[in-house]
């Protein structure tokens, strides 16, 4: 599977099969938020997924994968460093905002900054027709998250603190984009990198959220840990293929086809947490979709 994957870096087929890895990780990333903002405290229910992820990871990355070659050492320390802002920033926005408003924000803010990440670590160039294709997907979400905070009831007394971090947790999101795809092209073998990832990514949370499991109902513990296990599974074939499609293609255009999450995360918000979907918010949906397609077709 290895080779046959880095066969595909800097080919058509790779870019196609890129496109396909991206799409698919919106669609993940948007179940895998959900599944985080559900009913369960977010602290609680991010250290369950963490936990499921970390010990499903720990026989790949000691006894499958080729081992870490030296110089990967520091950069998963820094990897790790990375991801805990994120998550920490992450469990701060969904504790205080509804989902279906700081979301958006999260995810809006996120392609910006990878993109002119990307610039900086790998020269890549986007041209005057893909950064209106930034603008308009921009545009698209920044718009679906305006038009739930006026129509939303929940967590308004929060709201100004939940944007603040949506902000911050969007700027870890172009952090880690940037910084991961580093890592995924600085080891030989893909795997590697990813298995040793969500091993050693699966220690923080459930470690600094222990005090907060005594609080937890023993009836609640099955359900959580089923939640945790589903979204172990959504973080492995998300974060994974996203990480996979940096590699095999530009790490700014694969940012922003992430960033489609939004449209997936407002249908999830739809038909699991019971949202309505009107004209306006199909519109701005589409609006996200049309500058996805513009940042592709214009590349």
Do not use: C
């Not at 991010?46 to 006894?63: E, H, K, M, T, W």
């Not at 700014?252 to 918000?269: K, M, N, P, Y």
């Amino acid at each position: 599977m290895s080779a046959w994957l880095i066969s595909l870096e800097g080919t058509e087929a790779g870019r196609h099969f890129a496109l396909g890895l991206a799409l698919m990780a919106a669609f993940l990333h948007a179940l895998f938020g959900a599944l985080q903002k559900g009913r369960h405290d977010p602290w609680i229910s991010r250290a369950a997924i963490d936990a499921s992820y970390g010990i499903i990871a720990a026989p790949f990355a000691l006894f499958v994968v080729p081992w870490p070659e030296p110089h990967m050492w520091p950069i998963f320390a820094g990897a790790f460093v990375i991801h805990v802002g994120y998550k920490v920033s992450q469990a701060m926005t969904y504790q205080r905002g509804a989902y279906a408003v700081v979301y958006p924000v999260v995810r809006g803010t996120g392609p910006f900054f990878a993109v002119f990440g990307a610039g900086l670590i790998f020269g890549e160039q986007f041209t005057t027709g893909q950064w209106a294709g930034v603008a308009t997907l921009m545009a698209g979400i920044f718009g679906l998250a305006l038009y739930n905070l006026r129509t939303i009831t929940v967590d308004r007394d929060t709201m100004g603190p939940a944007l603040f971090w949506a902000v911050v947790t969007g700027m870890f999101v172009a952090a880690y984009t940037t910084y991961d795809a580093y890592g995924i092209r600085a080891t030989a073998d893909p795997f590697t990198f990813l298995a040793w990832f969500f091993f050693i990514d699966g220690i923080f949370m459930p470690v600094y959220t222990w005090r907060r499991w005594r609080h937890l109902p023993s009836s609640e513990i099955v359900p959580l840990m089923k939640r945790g296990v589903a979204g172990a599974f959504a973080a492995y074939f998300s974060f994974g293929a996203i990480l996979l499609a940096t590699r095999l293609d530009k790490v700014g255009e694969a940012a922003v086809l992430r960033e489609t999450s939004t449209v997936f995360a407002a249908l999830i918000a739809w038909l699991m947490l019971g949202d309505r979907v009107g004209p306006r918010r199909l519109t701005l949906m589409a609006l996200i979709a049309a500058g996805a397609v513009i940042v592709k077709l214009t590349g």
